[in-house]
């Protein structure tokens, strides 16, 4: 079993800055990818941005150039700094993390942190 714990959202006006973390806790799992989705009002999940172990990276079109991904493998944590938001943005965000055991790759989820941003 894999826990995921988000922090980060808040509420910052357009063209502001957040970084969102996200660390991993578990016992005997070997996590391939970690990433970001996010769900604004009354639309479907999508994906933000992801990371594998090895650093390679992967970006939605809407946030190329402003968001960026990174992690920090000793520490199972995901980070998204977000530059130059816009009220688009506005999401609740979930951390992602696809865990290898054995034969197989389970996807877990955490509980999302909210950001909002205000014109």
């Known amino acids: 079993q894999v826990q995921l714990v988000e922090s980060g959202g808040d509420l910052v006006q357009a063209g502001g800055s957040l970084r969102l973390s996200c660390a991993a806790s578990?016992?005997?799992?070997?996590?391939?990818?970690m990433g970001w989705y996010r769900q604004p009002p009354g639309k479907q999940r999508e994906l933000v941005a992801t990371?594998?172990?090895?650093?390679?990276?992967n970006y939605a079109d809407s946030v190329k150039g402003r968001f960026t991904i990174s992690n920090d493998n000793a520490k199972n944590t995901v980070y998204l700094q977000m530059n130059s938001l816009k009220p688009e943005d506005t999401a609740v965000y979930y951390c992602?993390?696809?865990?290898?055991?054995?034969?197989?790759?389970?996807?877990?989820w955490g509980q999302g942190t909210q950001v909002t941003v205000s014109p």
């Open positions: 992602n993390a696809a865990v290898v055991a054995g034969p197989h790759v389970y996807d877990y």
């Open positions: 990371v594998t172990s090895g650093g390679r990276t």
């Open positions: 578990g016992s005997f799992f070997v996590i391939v990818t």
